[in-house]
């Protein structure tokens, strides 16, 4: 239960394609996360599998079944929204207790899964209180209970965490993974926050303007990211990039290394100006100017280092971990 | 919000307001008390009427004239009737394009509501010559329907603007959750639109109830709501002030009492939702 | 942000509105068009032959019309002037620190829920009658002379009237507006040194702008029509001293009974309201992008 596959899948505005043809796979049980910079066509994506948009061309299929044409509410899918979409004139109880009551459940059986809902949600005590008198936290749990009683073949996530601070966000993340690693049903989150990719997903599908970029687990994506973009878009701080001389002598247009992968050494390859300095405590990331390579690198250092603005400092990338890239944007194996 | 002030200077406020405020209500507060009085009190000094005593009288001389009876039930027919009738007609254009918005949606709202701007006395000789080919003057079909359709553009662009309020995620979540239109409609977004739907009714319950240009041109004894039959009081009756008051405050009160609670509505209702 | 199934659907919740508002609109104005062109009396039956511009030309050079066209502006123009400028005032101290800003609110309100034959009455034997009104019983005890308004003012107490039935529109929707100023804003200007009057005319003033046009265009579109509160107190005199177009068109319609004149009138009343509502509809649209 619950394997999905976009064979084709088109989708256009009037005379604007905001999704050119596309192939995704996404196998029983996985959690796939779609992720891109904003206006990149991953929340459109998600709702054309929800049926929320119609599809232009193509076929998606769920478990095998042509679902392309049919509504969403017979597409057996779970979705969590931004906005979270409770329902403000019911009770946290009635908003659980919602989808199984347009599926006609049985009233025992809908009361059995509100309370065990509640129960793993830690909402046991609100479930009398309206949507309106809950804290963000309990907002995103109860719209997470209504998609969890549903027993769907998918969950859809639409950037259920960008309305939470940040403390509250990577609570919620862990519960989300908690929650995956219990039910075992595949479930497809869209984020711009590749923190929340990398962290979550077993698949990453990189999205660019309607287009998939790479389709990989977070550490493919992170060890051999298939293009600049990809490679500009995962890890963080971002990788540094250098053109021209530096490149060609690797044989390539580009070649990129992430601040991580740069050691801070007596003398070496590389040197430059340090500008300013984030200070972590577990890390330090120092901006550093004058490199004669790029306008700014970011390098990371272990631990707590006392590098002042300005100081000269020497610099050696790990020759494994360089990516090239040709001309094109593409990587050179 | 508001920053604070010296108490002289809430004390000043204050007066002034209340002596502004008393003086435009007084007109009201005045044909209430002329209701108490007797008719001859009522025509007194304005000292005197204030000193003299106070009577039911007129409001039983009015109740005893039946026909003020049917002239109220004239008019909560025609109000009540002809804003249900628009809401039963425009909720789901209102709700169809406030969710399903597409290219054409700002245009037809806004020649939806230009059909207000066409000032009735242009139209008033082919609609009478209508009513009286159907044989429909002075009926309240007929009226019920022309104050239906005077204010169903207001209805429209209200009910528009409350719904445009209510996020299209909701929706989109019921749909998710495996509810077919009908459960939709029924379970999320009538419970969510109510207190618009509320509103609406009020304010256009107000507006039909206070209509004046339809309801004296095309009544006569029988269909006439209060605003004709006060109308009638212009010549010799208008003298009997103690009745005239009485049959004022009757004709007012319920509209007032609805109107206080609409105070809100009224602004978003009226200017389009231009100002909120 | 749809699917062609709920399209469909739209449309077909849309249309019983569009099709009962476009008969409303096209089929009593294409009739009353139709009606201008004829000689057509309900009190001399004939076989109402067509006259072109006859009853426009009738109509137009009636000495009536032209009182009646003046009568309308100043109408139109007076309660404007003492609403919007009252509005602003009343809007300015009922925004102001006080106790029962509640109770005050709710008196200022209560003349708009007075239908309009109401009010004319009231005004009209309570307050101008200058043997038993009380401006006559003022006068009297002032040693003055008590003052006939609708017969020696009638259009000026019109006015009067129908102001006191606006003025709380006015003021209700200019005090919404300018509760929604942001405080902060006029907290920034006095810390720039603008006293109250700079703060009015600069901040709060620029902010009222949207709501003030739109005051006036509504009321524009109402004060135009303006009829029962004329039919009560003077049925348009003395003379044609308070005749409006709205209600010379009735004169000539239905107490005449003579449809074609007044069809010619009803279609110059339509073209002067669609002057003034093709600004009123720039507005709103204007706003329903935003």
Redesign the interface.
């Known amino acids: 239960m619950g394997r999905i596959t976009l064979d084709k899948v088109t989708k256009s505005f009037g005379e604007v394609q905001v999704i050119p043809p596309l192939d995704l796979s996404i196998e029983e049980g996985e959690f796939v996360v779609f992720v891109g910079p904003s206006g990149c066509g991953k929340s459109t994506l998600l709702r054309l599998i929800a049926?929320?948009?119609?599809t232009t061309s193509g076929h998606i299929r769920i478990d095998g079944e042509d679902a392309t044409d049919l509504?969403p509410a017979k597409r057996r899918l779970a979705m969590v929204f931004q906005s979270y979409a409770l329902y403000p004139h019911m009770t946290v109880r009635k908003n659980i207790a919602f989808p199984m009551r347009m599926a006609k459940l049985d009233k025992a059986e809908q009361d059995r899964r509100v309370e065990e809902a509640a129960r793993v949600l830690n909402l046991t005590d609100y479930l009398d209180r309206r949507p309106g008198q809950l804290s963000g936290g309990q907002r995103q749990r109860v719209a997470i209970g209504r998609a969890i009683v549903r027993e769907p073949a998918a969950f859809l996530f639409d950037e259920p965490l960008s309305n939470l601070d940040a403390a509250l966000r990577v609570g919620m993340r862990l519960e989300i993974s908690e929650l995956h690693e219990r039910l075992k049903t595949t479930m497809i989150y869209v984020t711009h926050d590749q923190v929340e990719a990398m962290t979550m997903a077993d698949k990453i599908v990189v999205l660019q303007a309607g287009e998939i970029e790479q389709v990989g687990s977070p550490l493919d994506l992170y060890r051999t990211p298939r293009n600049r973009f990809v490679a500009g878009f995962i890890g963080s701080p971002k990788m540094n990039f250098i053109e021209g001389n530096a490149a060609k002598q690797h044989g390539a247009e580009t070649i990129g290394i992430r601040p991580e992968h740069i050691d801070i050494t007596e003398t070496g390859e590389w040197s430059g100006t340090v500008g300013v300095s984030e200070h972590l405590g577990s890390d330090t990331f120092f901006h550093v100017h004058d490199t004669g390579l790029a306008d700014v690198m970011t390098v990371r250092a272990s631990g707590e280092v006392g590098y002042k603005h300005g100081d000269r400092i020497h610099m050696t990338p790990r020759p494994d971990m360089l990516h090239r890239f040709d001309a094109s944007g593409l990587r050179i194996a | 919000?508001?920053?604070a002030?010296t108490p002289r200077?809430?004390m000043l406020?204050?007066a002034?307001?209340?002596i502004?405020?008393?003086l435009?209500?007084f007109?009201?507060l005045?044909?209430v008390i002329?209701s108490f009085k007797t008719e001859g009190d009522a025509?007194r000094?304005?000292l005197g009427v204030l000193t003299s005593g106070w009577t039911f009288d007129s409001y039983s001389v009015v109740q005893e004239r039946s026909d003020y009876f049917h002239h109220f039930w004239n008019s909560v027919i025609l109000s009540v009737g002809s804003t249900v009738l628009g809401l039963v007609?425009?909720v789901?254009?209102a709700?169809?394009?406030a969710?399903?918005?597409?290219k054409q949606t700002?245009n037809?709202?806004?020649?939806?509501?230009?059909?207000?701007?066409?000032?009735?006395?242009?139209?008033?000789?082919?609609?009478?010559?209508?009513c009286q080919s159907l044989g429909l003057l002075d009926t309240r079909i007929a009226l019920t329907l022309i104050l239906m359709?005077i204010n169903?553009?207001i209805i429209?662009w209200m009910l528009y603007t409350y719904f445009r309020e209510i996020p299209?995620d909701i929706l989109e979540a019921a749909r998710m959750d495996g509810a077919a239109?009908k459960e939709e409609v029924l379970f999320v977004l009538l419970p969510m639109a109510v207190p618009g739907i509320a509103s609406t009714l009020l304010l256009n319950i107000?507006l039909a109830?206070?209509e004046?240009?339809w309801t004296?041109?095309l009544t006569a004894a029988n269909s006439a709501p209060?605003?004709?039959f006060?109308?009638s009081?212009?010549s010799p009756e208008?003298?009997f002030?103690a009745k005239?008051?009485a049959a004022?405050t009757m004709?007012?009160a319920p509209?007032?009492i609805?109107?206080?609670f609409s105070?809100?509505q009224?602004?978003r209702g009226?200017?389009?939702?231009?100002?909120? | 942000?749809?699917?062609?199934?709920?399209?469909a659907?739209?449309?077909a919740?849309?249309s019983?509105?569009?099709i009962?508002?476009l008969g409303?609109?096209l089929?009593?104005?294409l009739?009353?068009i139709y009606?201008s062109t004829l000689r057509y009396n309900l009190l001399m039956p004939g076989n109402n032959p067509f006259v072109g511009w006859e009853n426009y030309t009738y109509f137009v050079t009636d000495p009536a019309f032209a009182t009646a066209i003046w009568n309308t502006l100043l109408l139109v123009g007076g309660v404007l002037l003492i609403t919007v400028v009252g509005g602003i005032l009343?809007a300015l101290?009922?925004d102001?620190?006080?106790?029962?800003?509640g109770?005050?609110?709710?008196?200022?309100?209560?003349?708009?829920?007075?239908?309009?034959?109401?009010?004319?009455?009231?005004?009209?034997?309570?307050?101008f009658n200058p043997v038993?009104g009380?401006f006559g019983?003022?006068a009297k005890?002032l040693g003055l002379t008590p003052f006939d308004f609708l017969s020696q003012a009638p259009l000026a107490s019109i006015i009067g009237i129908v102001s006191?039935q606006w003025?709380?529109?006015a003021t209700?929707?200019l005090l919404?507006?300018l509760q929604?100023l942001d405080?902060e804003q006029l907290e920034a200007a006095e810390m720039d040194g603008a006293d109250p009057v700079n703060r009015f005319v600069f901040i709060m003033l620029p902010h009222l702008a949207?709501?003030i046009t739109?005051v006036i265009l509504?009321q524009t579109?109402f004060l135009?029509?303006i009829?029962?509160e004329i039919?009560?107190?003077t049925s348009g005199g003395p003379g044609d001293a308070s005749t409006n177009?709205?209600y010379l068109?009735?004169q000539e319609?239905?107490l005449s009974f003579d449809?074609g004149t007044?069809?010619a009138?009803?279609?110059i009343?339509?073209i002067?309201?669609?002057i003034?509502?093709i600004f009123?509809?720039r507005?709103?649209?204007k706003?329903?992008d935003a």
């Open positions: 049926g929320l948009e119609d509504p | 919000m508001a920053r002030v200077r809430k406020n204050t002034v307001a209340w502004i405020g008393l435009i209500f007109p009201i005045w044909i002329l025509i000094t304005p007609i425009a789901p254009s709700w169809a394009m969710f399903v918005p597409g700002k037809v709202l806004m020649w939806m509501l230009s059909t207000k701007m066409l000032p009735p006395v242009g139209v008033l000789m082919p609609i009478y010559l209508i359709m169903l553009p429209i299209g239109l107000i109830w206070n004046a240009f004296l041109n209060l605003t004709a006060i109308a009081y212009s208008g003298l002030y005239l008051s004022s004709a007012i509209i007032l609805m109107g206080w105070q809100k009224l602004v009226l200017t389009f939702g231009a100002v909120k | 942000m749809a699917t062609k199934a709920s399209r659907a739209a449309r919740m849309i019983p509105s569009v009962l508002l409303w609109m089929i009593p104005l009739m009353t009606f009343l101290l009922l102001m620190p006080m106790w029962g800003q109770v005050v609110r709710i008196m200022v309100i209560a003349p708009f829920f007075v239908m309009p034959t109401v009010s004319a009455l009231v005004w009209k034997n309570m307050f038993n009380l019983h003022i005890a006191w003025l709380p529109f209700l929707i919404t507006a929604s405080s949207r709501a739109v509504i579109i135009l029509s009829f029962a039919f009560v107190t177009l709205t068109i009735y319609s239905l449809v007044g069809s009138g009803g279609v009343a339509i002067l309201a669609n003034v509502a009123l509809m507005m709103i649209g706003n329903l």
